[in-house]
């Protein structure tokens, strides 16, 4: 059993691993249709977990609607949807077109909500600068002004600031505008410290990558300490 | 006197450069818009680095190029199945001057100045119906919307397709790969031998043991997100990895671990990882399989089962660790709003500033994969960090001498030893 | 607990209150402001400006209907100078909700434009896949995509007739909210296929962008809402993103103000009080 649940998933990521490696430098047909293989395994096993995962949903909703545990309403509305979509897109629409009860679920349910959700964003930003940007440090105060400048600089009302002032007070147009002033802050140092994050990400991946390949990294198979 | 004399030779030079390059002119064509000029130079070649469908025709540009580029001047390739003809007129391969010179495409050519006086066009070998590789004959012809027929070159040109195995253009990312991979298995070894390897402290997962015993002691359940990517992303990988090790802590301390799933798959390993750390534990009646669980794979469908589950559960900690979105600062404002201690992580460059706000601690980019070896202590895994750093010094050594001479090159631009330079690290 | 103390503990729920007054007043006012164009926008814009009639476009939109807001009027602005020209477009989608969306605008696009299914535009449609979708489309188009999202046989298609690669599209419209298989279409479509793209994301993303547009691996990146009010002052009219740059001006002022405020609390509240004279 230990073979089954160890070894063989060991010996399959390295073989398929390693191959995958060898397919980006070599157009080999045989490796090419391996590598273009391998990633139509990946949907399909994905898909096929999809229905585990499905149940998964469905056990933990009847779970609580059975228990009537606080806001076991919200899983009834879930199984209603849930049956609904299926029906509609299953077997009322096998082709799914504009104009369609799909597409009219899709435009005018699912869109509103996701863009609503997505939309708090901009309120908890705003409460979470409030609270973050503090001028408790020297650090801290940099990167407050820097914040400022980016917010008023980023917006069009930035621009017709520095004018205002480059035209009012002339000896001030010796210093660059707001947008100018973003743009840098976001080209140069904001990039530099991107692009140093980048540089630590992809040693860091392949690294990872590596010892997951030789078989040194096995805690996400359940193994480990 | 002597001015005077280098002047006439002056003069003397001036004349029979003129005379020369009149001749010169006439003799190619340049000035004469009524005539179309050849191609000096036409010839096939199997395409480098490509499955053996392909060649390239490669000629020299036509003169005429400079004087007709306004009456629409082309060139077309005739194809042939035999050196004897008939040669056919391909549709494809009728190549105006806005397509690509042999200097547009390195990855074929080299760096080489002298490609941007040579054009290219690929042929596919593959017979569409048989879809069998077949060798063809060509030749080349120009016109322009002055002529009715294009005028020929009388050269013949073949070459066969073949399969070739390496992409050579390839070979400086197999370099470093190689170098890499070296480095690491190295150090591997090293430390296999020197266990006690110093690792500069994370104060991120330094605080897993008090954010675990805290929700002990609150009696409240721990949340732990692997993130918005599925298994295909290593930061989902080196998630799952703390995963084991925070399941194990969590079994021992005998408190309650959520983990709501954005992916089926995640789940399925997920599962499997904790019913695992349990069993490490001597704690497998105390997993719960229902506590971890599938939600939805689209994103803000997510963020809002996983929000509403927290202002519900209350969980006394919250792990955010993995590859995060839009999603991060709605999931860690709602996690602080309930007072919950916040672990992030991710290699999102764009929501770290969001982790770092709203979090008591943030992984920042690689720390998130480093945290499975810092928390295990193996010194293999260890080693591995250890050729990754020297993988980083020997980068960032890299990085300074490139600006030196590259610096350089600007001064010295036809120096070829620092355009080899450049051209070893140019992607391809 | 003095006033100060009061205002850098205050309840989150009165700072989203201003927020949502801020942005929704300068919408119901309908107030105006210039917009100003940046490199980066006209980078995308010339691009498109300098292809001939009847060049080949491929607009990939991976983008999710949350993004929507961000993302429509900039790709709405974009498919008008598109299909305004004359180019022809051929659409595809790295994500299963791209199809919704793109299905949508073209249909837009179709009705104000007057076009054609198949012969000024196809949709292919979704496949999963990311890189392999990118390596696929470079390899063999139709083979990759046997049939478009209507169902056709992509042989048939008039406006696929002379295309089998990404090699053969003249420029690529990235429309996207997320770096979608690490950025395939860059790594694998430019790298490998020397397709000439621009990219039109999110605000988020646009900083990320920017290495790219540096190696001149983009030709230019229409960024969030302003990118797209950037685009509709290019190309003449105001749309909603010229609208909604107002209400982001606005929260974003609200937002400074908030910031300044808390930190004349932060550091009035840290003041020690004058000390009584004692005795």
Redesign the interface.
Known sequence: MGFFKRQLPMIIVSVVGFLMIVSYFSPAPFLQGMFTGANEWVQIIANFALVIGVFSLMRAHYIKIKRKEAGYGYSIVMYICLIFMTFVGLALERNIKSGGVFMWMFKWVNTPLTMTTFSLLAFYIASAAYRAFRARTFDATVMLVGALILMIGRVPLGAMLSDFVHQQITVTQIIPGLPEMAGWLLSVPAMAARRAIFLGLAVGIVATSLRILFGIERTYMGGGD | MSGKTHSGKCGFFAVSLTVFLCIAMATVGIGQPGELVLPAEFKAIDTP???GKSILLVWSRSPSEETRADKGLEYVIYEATSPEGPFKVE??AIVGL?D?LCS??PALFGFSPRHKNFRFVEISQVDEETEEVRQHWYRLGIRDETVTEPVMLDTIVTAKAR?????SH?WN??LV?LL??GL??VC?EWAKKHPDLFIRKIPGIDAVDEAIGRATEMGKPIMYLTGYS?I?S?AT??S??IL??VA?KVAQYDSRLIVP?K???T???TQ??V???YI?AGRPDAYNA?DI?????????Y??AVD?MMV?EKPATNFFLGSF??ES??LA?TGF?IGALQIAGT?S??Q?P?F???CDYCL???E???A?AYL?R?P??LG??K??DI??II?TILILLGSVLMSLHVFYPEQHWLQAIKHFFA?? | MNIWERILQIDRRYIFLLIGISGAIPIIMSFSLPTFVTPEVRGVYNAIDALPEGAMVLVSFDYEPSAMPEMDPMAKAILRHIFGRGLKVVGVTLIPYGTGIGEELFVAMEREFNLKQGVDYDFLGYKPGYQAVVLGLGQDLKGSFPKNFYEQDTRTVPILKDINSLRDFDYMMWLHDDAYGGYGWIIYGRQNYGIDIGSGCTAILATGMYPFLQAEQVTGIVGGLKGAAEYEKLMGYTGSARLGMVAQSSIHVMIIGLILLGNIAFILSKRKPKKEPSG
């Open positions: 680095h490509d499955a549709e494809k806005e690509t547009d495409a399969m070739n195995y390496f992409m390839r990312t197999l790969l890499m991979a690491v298995l591997i599925d295909d290593i990988i080196a799952i990895n084991a090790h194990k799933n992916w089926a798959v789940m399925t390993l499997e990882v019913k695992q750390a490490n229902d669980f599938f939600i939805a794979g689209e994103q803000f469908s963020v809002a509403g519900r979105a839009a600062l709605l404002e709003s290699d460059t764009y770290i969001f770092v706000t709203a920042i980019g690689e998130l994969y480093a499975s295990s193996e293999r895994l591995n960090l050729g990754q993988t980083k980068l992607a391809l």
